[in-house]
């Protein structure tokens, strides 16, 4: 038996407890799988096999059937039916395949000395239960005249001749009409957030028409959209039946209730009856349409001037007619989406050929002919990529594009939608005629691709105000929420939204945003080859090698290939004194590179001619200043005389050295901090000290003492115990000591020592 979970406290797959009062408040939690009832228009018999012993019986077996509960309960079905109808349902039942395909069984039964003719229905549940329902055949046999062949053979071909959509949909609802009966039969369409339109309608003439209508998706909760998609068909013949309850309410050898999602008969939440009531409906049947297994409209049938029991075999040519008009339905859908796929990956292949032109900046190359607004219409596009800010078409200002990048970022997703950007950022000032909605591609390095689109108004006709969806009821002392009772048109102007963006649309940006990602890979990984190049290029050789001296250097580049902008030097100025210098220009890649050649080599063409290091730092800001305008660093420059250890020094901005040996701890160099190179009116004091023997230098780059899940201010004291504890090593030992892999900076290492 197909057993639904249920918790000590009643509670169902998490729904609500079986037998609780449901109003609108909770009829979203209402468990309608197991309601414990079914509709009287027939009897349900739930039967074990092999032995076809009745386990439960629908409390109506003795009014249809002529049965007590009492008589047929732990019986076989033979006492309820009699044998010759039993074998019959044996027979079917041993069959292999769907049982659904041998519905339904043409039963005689006699009830009172007359005989009666009876459908029945099989349906296997899991665990040997089969559920066979026994429903009353009023009128002529439908299989017994080629009436609902030929209807439906017609209505086939005059689907299969439908040039468009609304062909389609009206076709269904006049055959379904013809068909069943109905005084009113819709085509109901889903949106993407299952609010329901009626796009088609055949209708009686004196009734009011629903063609055009929107209902809220609160109409038909969730759980009802998902039995839906697996049970097809569902009937109410009678909207005032009272409900026959299942005897016993729950499984004997389980003490779990009957999930009756497969059961024609199955009873219905009382909310959905009191809602098909308020509509004046009498009688209502619905056929699911499906794509691609998914619940996307329904055949809605409504009948006012009393009950109405269409024969099953009519029902199941309506079924069909449905499963017909989905399968069309699908096909124009698949066709219209490959049509449009087509065209779009037609244009993204001009576009992205145009970016992998490595003469042309990518930004540049995104807006060329053709651009990405013929990609994806939009009223202007803001394109944010390698340091270039570009606009085509309509864009509002630079400031509400930043703030959209940075709400597109906050989604977590690769890429941002909105229809209502108003609703997004609601604090941003915002032009709808402009600006309304916007699709966003997160590119690396907060780069990104802004589509937006102007305000689209449009009306939505309602049947009844959708937010004003239930009306308060009093029963007895309580009171509880009722489905609305109002169903007239009401007219609602969608406004400061956009046209909403396609599901191809969305798929083509996407399919855009890999394709950047890749290409913005690819140039960053040229570049980054060209800047590691230049970058070694500009480091010494070799360092001199000085007699009671120890001079040694440590150059890592960051982890992942991320080239940065550090540099050394060290050389020996004509008249023997010793220059070293530690410099870090800020930023990554080819323009790092490109600055700190710059830097480095004007830098020790001023200290090679004599200068001292604070007055070759303050030319080389100025030289900064006026000719490199963006660029910004830091540089600690240092000049020794080798036979008495006095230094002259002077520091831009940079991380002071680090004093070691002689008879003081480790402590920094007596330097005076001055501004970094790129500051305007920069001032660069001079210092001086004695490297005493036995005393050491050490100079570094902030890669060396810089982590994430730490402050500098620690970085610096764990050198300083380094420092402590390695003495004399060379820079390299230091290096390691300091585990420089957990950086995401390059580092380098200076370390000097008079013997």
């Given at each position: 038996?197909?057993?639904?979970r249920?918790?000590?406290?009643?509670?169902?797959?998490?729904?609500?407890?079986?037998?609780?009062p449901i109003?609108?408040?909770?009829?979203?939690?209402?468990?309608?799988?197991?309601?414990?009832?079914?509709?009287?228009?027939?009897?349900?018999?739930?039967?074990?096999?092999?032995?076809?012993?009745?386990?439960?019986?629908?409390?109506?077996?003795?009014?249809?059937?002529?049965?007590?509960?009492?008589?047929v309960?732990?019986r076989?079905?033979?006492?309820?039916?009699?044998?010759?109808?039993?074998?019959?349902?044996?027979?079917a039942?041993?069959?292999?395949g769907?049982?659904?395909?041998?519905?339904?069984?043409?039963?005689?039964?006699?009830?009172?000395?007359?005989?009666?003719a009876?459908?029945?229905?099989?349906?296997?549940?899991?665990?040997?239960v089969?559920?066979?329902?026994?429903?009353?055949?009023y009128?002529?046999r439908?299989?017994s005249?080629?009436?609902?062949?030929?209807?439906?053979?017609?209505?086939v071909?005059?689907?299969?001749?439908?040039?468009?959509?609304?062909?389609?949909?009206?076709?269904?609802?006049?055959?379904?009409?013809?068909?069943?009966?109905f005084?009113?039969?819709?085509?109901?369409?889903?949106?993407?957030?299952?609010?329901?339109?009626v796009?088609?309608?055949?209708?009686?003439?004196?009734?009011?028409?629903?063609?055009g209508?929107h209902f809220p998706?609160?109409?038909i909760?969730?759980?009802?959209?998902?039995?839906?998609?697996?049970?097809?068909?569902?009937?109410i013949?009678?909207v005032?039946?009272?409900?026959?309850?299942?005897?016993?309410?729950?499984?004997?050898?389980?003490?779990?209730?009957?999930?009756?999602?497969?059961?024609s008969?199955?009873?219905?939440?009382?909310?959905?009856?009191?809602?098909?009531?308020?509509?004046?409906?009498?009688?209502?049947?619905?056929?699911s349409?499906?794509?691609?297994?998914?619940?996307?409209?329904?055949?809605?049938?409504?009948?006012?001037?009393?009950?109405?029991?269409?024969?099953?075999?009519?029902?199941?040519a309506?079924?069909?007619l449905?499963?017909?008009?989905?399968?069309?339905?699908?096909?124009?859908?698949?066709?219209?989406q490959?049509?449009?796929?087509l065209?779009?990956?037609s244009?993204?292949?001009?576009?992205?050929?145009?970016?992998?032109?490595?003469s042309?900046?990518?930004a540049?190359?995104?807006?060329?002919?053709?651009?990405?607004?013929?990609?994806?219409?939009?009223?202007?596009v803001?394109?944010?990529?390698?340091?270039?800010y570009?606009?085509q078409?309509?864009?509002?200002?630079?400031?509400?594009?930043?703030?959209?990048?940075?709400?597109?970022?906050?989604?977590?997703?690769?890429?941002?939608t909105t229809?209502?950007?108003?609703?997004e950022?609601?604090?941003l000032?915002?032009?709808?005629?402009?600006?309304?909605?916007?699709?966003?591609l997160?590119?690396?390095?907060d780069?990104y691709v802004?589509?937006f689109?102007?305000?689209?108004?449009?009306?939505?006709d309602?049947g009844?105000?959708p937010?004003?969806k239930?009306?308060?009821?009093q029963?007895?002392?309580?009171?509880?929420?009722s489905p609305r009772?109002?169903?007239?048109?009401?007219?609602?102007?969608?406004?400061q939204?956009?046209?909403?963006?396609?599901?191809?649309?969305?798929?083509s940006?996407?399919?855009?945003r890999?394709?950047?990602?890749?290409?913005?890979y690819r140039?960053?990984?040229?570049?980054?080859?060209?800047?590691?190049?230049?970058?070694?290029?500009l480091?010494p050789?070799?360092?001199?090698?000085?007699?009671?001296?120890?001079?040694?250097?440590?150059?890592?580049?960051?982890?992942?290939?991320?080239?940065?902008?550090?540099?050394?030097?060290?050389?020996?100025?004509?008249?023997?004194?010793?220059?070293?210098?530690?410099?870090?220009?800020?930023?990554?890649g080819?323009?790092a590179?490109?600055?700190?050649?710059?830097?480095?080599?004007?830098?020790?063409?001023?200290?090679?001619?004599?200068?001292?290091?604070?007055d070759?730092?303050s030319?080389l800001?100025?030289?900064?200043?006026?000719?490199?305008?963006?660029?910004?660093?830091?540089?600690?420059?240092?000049r020794i005389?080798l036979?008495s250890?006095?230094?002259?020094?002077?520091?831009?901005?940079?991380?002071?050295?680090?004093?070691t040996?002689?008879?003081?701890?480790v402590?920094?160099?007596?330097?005076?901090?001055?501004p970094?190179?790129?500051?305007?009116?920069?001032?660069?004091?001079?210092?001086?000290?004695v490297?005493?023997?036995?005393?050491?230098?050490?100079?570094f780059?902030?890669?060396?003492?810089?982590?994430?899940?730490?402050?500098?201010?620690?970085?610096?004291?764990?050198?300083?115990?380094?420092?402590?504890?390695?003495g004399?090593?060379a820079?390299?030992?230091i290096?390691?000591?300091?585990?420089?892999?957990?950086?995401?900076?390059?580092?380098?290492?200076?370390?000097?020592?008079?013997?």
């Amino acid at each position: 038996m197909a057993i639904s979970r249920q918790d000590a406290d009643g509670t169902v797959d998490g729904l609500l407890p079986v037998g609780t009062p449901i109003d609108l408040d909770n009829c979203a939690r209402e468990p309608i799988h197991i309601p414990g009832s079914i509709q009287p228009r027939g009897v349900l018999v739930v039967v074990q096999e092999p032995e076809f012993e009745i386990r439960q019986v629908s409390a109506n077996v003795a009014e249809l059937l002529g049965h007590s509960v009492e008589e047929v309960l732990g019986r076989h079905l033979s006492v309820l039916i009699g044998p010759a109808e039993a074998d019959r349902i044996t027979q079917a039942a041993s069959a292999f395949g769907d049982l659904r395909q041998r519905n339904p069984l043409e039963l005689e039964l006699s009830i009172g000395g007359q005989i009666r003719a009876f459908d029945a229905l099989l349906h296997r549940e899991p665990g040997g239960v089969l559920l066979v329902e026994l429903e009353i055949a009023y009128g002529e046999r439908p299989f017994s005249f080629p009436n609902t062949y030929q209807a439906v053979r017609n209505s086939v071909e005059e689907l299969n001749r439908a040039a468009t959509t609304t062909e389609l949909y009206d076709t269904t609802a006049r055959a379904v009409r013809d068909l069943l009966g109905f005084d009113r039969v819709m085509v109901y369409r889903y949106d993407q957030d299952y609010n329901g339109e009626v796009v088609a309608e055949c209708k009686r003439d004196d009734l009011n028409s629903f063609l055009g209508l929107h209902f809220p998706a609160s109409d038909i909760p969730a759980q009802a959209r998902a039995m839906y998609e697996q049970n097809w068909l569902r009937l109410i013949s009678d909207v005032g039946y009272t409900p026959a309850p299942l005897v016993p309410s729950t499984d004997p050898a389980t003490g779990s209730p009957l999930d009756l999602t497969h059961a024609s008969l199955r009873s219905v939440s009382p909310i959905h009856i009191e809602y098909l009531q308020n509509m004046g409906v009498r009688a209502s049947m619905s056929i699911s349409l499906l794509r691609h297994g998914r619940l996307w409209g329904l055949i809605a049938c409504h009948h006012y001037a009393g009950p109405h029991l269409p024969p099953y075999g009519a029902r199941a040519a309506a079924e069909f007619l449905g499963s017909t008009l989905s399968l069309r339905l699908v096909d124009r859908f698949d066709d219209d989406q490959l049509r449009e796929r087509l065209a779009a990956q037609s244009m993204l292949a001009h576009i992205t050929a145009a970016t992998i032109n490595d003469s042309e900046p990518v930004a540049a190359a995104l807006l060329g002919t053709p651009s990405v607004l013929d990609l994806l219409p939009a009223a202007g596009v803001a394109v944010d990529i390698g340091g270039e800010y570009r606009t085509q078409g309509t864009v509002p200002p630079a400031e509400v594009v930043a703030a959209v990048a940075t709400w597109a970022r906050a989604t977590g997703e690769e890429t941002g939608t909105t229809e209502c950007l108003s609703r997004e950022l609601p604090t941003l000032e915002l032009d709808p005629q402009d600006t309304a909605g916007a699709l966003a591609l997160n590119l690396p390095d907060d780069q990104y691709v802004i589509w937006f689109r102007q305000e689209a108004l449009r009306s939505v006709d309602w049947g009844g105000d959708p937010h004003n969806k239930a009306i308060a009821v009093q029963e007895g002392d309580e009171i509880r929420l009722s489905p609305r009772k109002s169903f007239e048109r009401w007219r609602e102007v969608v406004d400061q939204c956009c046209e909403p963006w396609g599901p191809i649309q969305i798929e083509s940006a996407e399919m855009l945003r890999g394709h950047l990602v890749e290409e913005l890979y690819r140039r960053t990984r040229s570049a980054l080859r060209v800047a590691d190049i230049v970058q070694r290029s500009l480091l010494p050789e070799s360092i001199p090698t000085i007699s009671n001296w120890d001079l040694s250097t440590d150059y890592r580049p960051a982890v992942g290939g991320r080239v940065g902008g550090d540099w050394y030097d060290a050389f020996v100025l004509p008249d023997g004194r010793l220059t070293v210098v530690l410099g870090d220009v800020a930023g990554h890649g080819l323009a790092a590179a490109g600055a700190m050649a710059q830097l480095r080599n004007a830098l020790r063409s001023l200290l090679f001619t004599g200068a001292t290091p604070a007055d070759a730092l303050s030319q080389l800001n100025a030289f900064s200043r006026h000719l490199m305008a963006r660029a910004f660093a830091t540089a600690v420059a240092v000049r020794i005389d080798l036979d008495s250890g006095r230094t002259e020094a002077a520091s831009a901005g940079h991380l002071m050295p680090y004093l070691t040996g002689g008879r003081t701890p480790v402590t920094a160099a007596p330097i005076r901090l001055s501004p970094p190179i790129g500051v305007k009116g920069g001032s660069y004091a001079h210092s001086e000290f004695v490297l005493e023997r036995g005393q050491g230098l050490v100079m570094f780059s902030d890669g060396l003492v810089e982590r994430r899940d730490g402050t500098i201010d620690d970085g610096l004291e764990r050198l300083a115990r380094v420092l402590d504890r390695a003495g004399d090593s060379a820079a390299q030992q230091i290096s390691s000591a300091m585990r420089p892999e957990d950086t995401d900076d390059d580092v380098t290492v200076i370390t000097l020592r008079r013997r």
